[in-house]
């Protein structure tokens, strides 16, 4: 087989017509003949080329408001014919089916109708199913055939067509792979449309993850490891991996996990006051609500100012001047916010390796959704963690009530604690975290450790007494023995709210009232691993 094949015959079909003419007129200029289907064929009608109908190739009137045209042996026999195989070569001669070199074609945009919200009828209408077959033919003979499904591939195969008279043979395995990427993808999104928006299947037989790579990063967890960002195919909506990056070095996948645990948090607050998170290896050493940013800024720095160098901050808020400056007093890796003012850009700028990140709004915590993480072996799946409290979900389990700021505190840093790795223990004080401990194998070391950070950082402030005194304490899990609560009490707090269900609920209930505390129970545990 010789390795670079002329074109002499080409089949158009475009869905998307972005840059036909200029493939047209390089096709032309090289004396190929074009075939094409309707609204393609009119098209370069219009723009002066000859083209011939497929009709006129199959003997055939497209038919069924366009349903079946290309579905014909004359297309597929010139699309997947042998071409040194005598027996092949024999058929088309019996048959009189012309080989086809080229063919290049785009799907119907089954992706962009769903994402509007067409109705279901137009849904089904949008999806290919000539295109498809053409692609999947040509990319099969791909020693013979070329098979461009992306419009930003004309380039190369026009300059191969002008340097060497047609296309070489890695050239054309690198397009049958993308083209059978393409098809894969899109069966996969009509399967998903089917299973998740028709059918209603939270978990069906069959699971297809598909996404397009868009950046390839510095590195992965370590340099060692490649990494890559890729979105999903399909409607999205608006986070981390659609934000637009203003300023600052390449993002490592590092930093992306670590931007979206801190955007995931801070959106839990989208509707309350203007409210700042730093994270350090996706767990948050600081997170408080203010009468501003600024506020919000400094109270969440003094958490835990140690933990916060190098980290990653989020706000609810379009960022101010005064904000970013204070920001920008320490080693900050990645910000993100849903704007920012001129002020905000211009402080962060003065940073040059510091990533800002707008997302143009927050995601919303209440949303429907799944995740998914890769075992050995297998991959887990499912349904994300938007459980939320309010206040009249809440059972009181102590003698003593909360008082109303406790019960805010309480509330406060449940939320939080939702986003806290487990064990998890996180204390709260006037809105703002006054203690986290998080990731130990058992929830005494959490209430602990996270008292021991709250102690240090009374003494580097200089404060009379650690802010857990007086605080409310919440864990993501019940307290399975009372060690982890008297770890609290001995910290100072005055409230704990917790889901309960211990089989212990009684001897830590009877610790709190001991200990004058007030306790309420969630019903709801937080696990996050």
């Given amino acids: 087989m010789t390795d670079i094949v002329p074109i002499r015959r080409a089949l158009i079909s475009l869905s998307d017509k972005s840059g036909l003419d200029q493939l047209a007129t390089g096709l032309a200029n090289a004396g190929v003949e074009l075939v094409s289907t309707g609204g393609t064929a009119a098209k370069l009608r219009e723009n002066g080329f000859a083209v011939r109908e497929i009709s006129e190739l199959t003997g055939f009137p497209e038919m069924m408001d366009g349903r079946v045209k290309t579905l014909h042996p004359k297309v597929h026999g010139g699309l997947l014919a042998v071409r040194d195989n005598a027996e092949h070569v024999a058929a088309m001669a019996k048959h009189g089916i ?44 791909h020693d013979s055939v070329a098979i461009v499904t992306d419009p930003a591939d004309y380039a190369e195969l026009l300059d191969q067509l002008e340097r060497q008279g047609g296309t070489d043979l890695a050239f054309r395995r690198k397009l049958a792979a993308k083209a059978y990427a393409l098809t894969g993808a899109y069966d996969s999104m009509i399967a998903s449309w089917f299973a998740f928006a028709d059918q209603q299947q939270s978990y069906p037989d069959m699971r297809f993850i598909v996404g397009r790579k868009v950046q390839e990063l510095r590195y992965g967890e370590n340099p060692h490891q490649k990494a890559a960002l890729y979105l999903p195919m399909g409607p999205t909506r608006p986070g981390i991996a659609q934000a637009r990056q203003v300023q600052g070095k390449d993002l490592s996948y590092n930093n992306l996990s670590d931007a979206n645990a801190a955007l995931e948090l801070v959106a839990e607050f989208r509707d309350g006051p203007p409210t700042v998170v730093i994270v350090k290896h996706a767990n948050p050493c600081g997170v408080a609500s203010g009468e501003n940013l600024l506020d919000a800024w400094n109270q969440a720095l003094a958490c835990d100012n140690v933990s916060a160098f190098g980290g990653i901050v989020a706000v609810n808020r379009r960022l101010d001047g005064a904000t970013a400056d204070a920001i920008c007093s320490i080693f900050t890796e990645v910000v993100v916010a849903p704007d920012a003012d001129d002020a905000a850009i211009a402080a962060f700028a003065r940073k040059k390796n510091l990533r800002l990140l707008l997302t143009g709004g927050l995601p919303d915590p209440a949303r429907t959704g799944q995740t998914v993480a890769v075992i050995a072996g297998g991959i887990l799946v499912q349904d994300r963690d938007n459980g939320m409290l309010t206040p009249d979900m809440l059972r009181q389990a102590s003698k003593r009530a909360p008082t109303e700021q406790e019960l805010k505190d309480c509330l406060f840093a449940w939320t939080v604690a939702k986003h806290v790795k487990s064990n998890a223990i996180v204390y709260a004080k006037d809105g703002a975290t006054a203690g986290i401990g998080a990731g130990q194998m058992n929830r005494r070391d959490s209430a602990r450790i996270a008292a021991i950070k709250a102690r240090e950082a009374a003494e580097a402030h200089g404060w009379p007494e650690s802010h857990t005194v007086g605080s409310a304490v919440a864990s993501d899990a019940f307290f399975p023995f009372a060690d982890g609560l008297l770890a609290a009490v001995e910290a100072g707090a005055t409230a704990v709210i917790q889901p309960g269900g211990s089989i212990r609920d009684d001897e830590v209930i009877a610790a709190a009232d001991e200990a004058g505390l007030a306790m309420l129970f969630t019903g709801m545990r937080h696990f996050r691993h």
């Fill in 98 to 141: 012309g080989a086809i070199d080229l063919v290049v074609v785009n799907l119907y945009p089954f992706e962009v109708t769903v994402a509007k919200g067409a109705p279901r009828d137009e849904i089904i209408e949008n999806i290919d199913i000539g295109g498809p077959s053409m692609v999947r033919s040509a990319a099969k003979n």
